[in-house]
Nanobody, 119 residues
């Protein structure tokens, strides 16, 4: 069984920074892709950033130049560095890891972490 544990959310003033972490544990062979999504109140969940196995990245237009997705293979951890935060970034942030295990390929979600940008 795979478990994802997120951390790093919180309250920050506009212009500030936060770094989210998502650590995967359990039994799996490797990670096919990593991504961060967010869901604001009354809105649908949206892709924020994605890191594919080949190393390519994809960002939502609203966060390009401000957010950076990265990984640390030895710790099976994906990060989201968020700079120049604005109130519109307020949402619950979820990590999503597509893992390959003995059961095949599966998408796994973190529990979510609240990010609030407010003065």
């Amino acid at each position: 069984q795979v478990q994802l544990v997120e951390s790093g959310g919180g309250l920050v003033q506009p212009g500030g920074s936060l770094r989210l972490s998502c650590a995967a544990s359990g039994s799996f062979f490797d990670i096919n892709s990593m991504g961060w999504y967010r869901q604001a109140p009354g809105k649908e969940r949206e892709l924020v950033a994605e890191l594919l196995s080949g190393g390519s990245t994809k960002y939502a237009d609203s966060v390009k130049g401000r957010f950076t997705i990265s990984k640390e293979n030895a710790k099976n951890t994906v990060y989201l560095q968020m700079n120049s935060l604005i109130p519109e970034d307020t949402a619950v942030y979820y990590c999503k890891l597509v893992l390959r295990s003995g059961r095949g390929v599966s998408a796994n979600w973190g529990q979510g972490t609240q990010v609030t940008v407010s003065s």
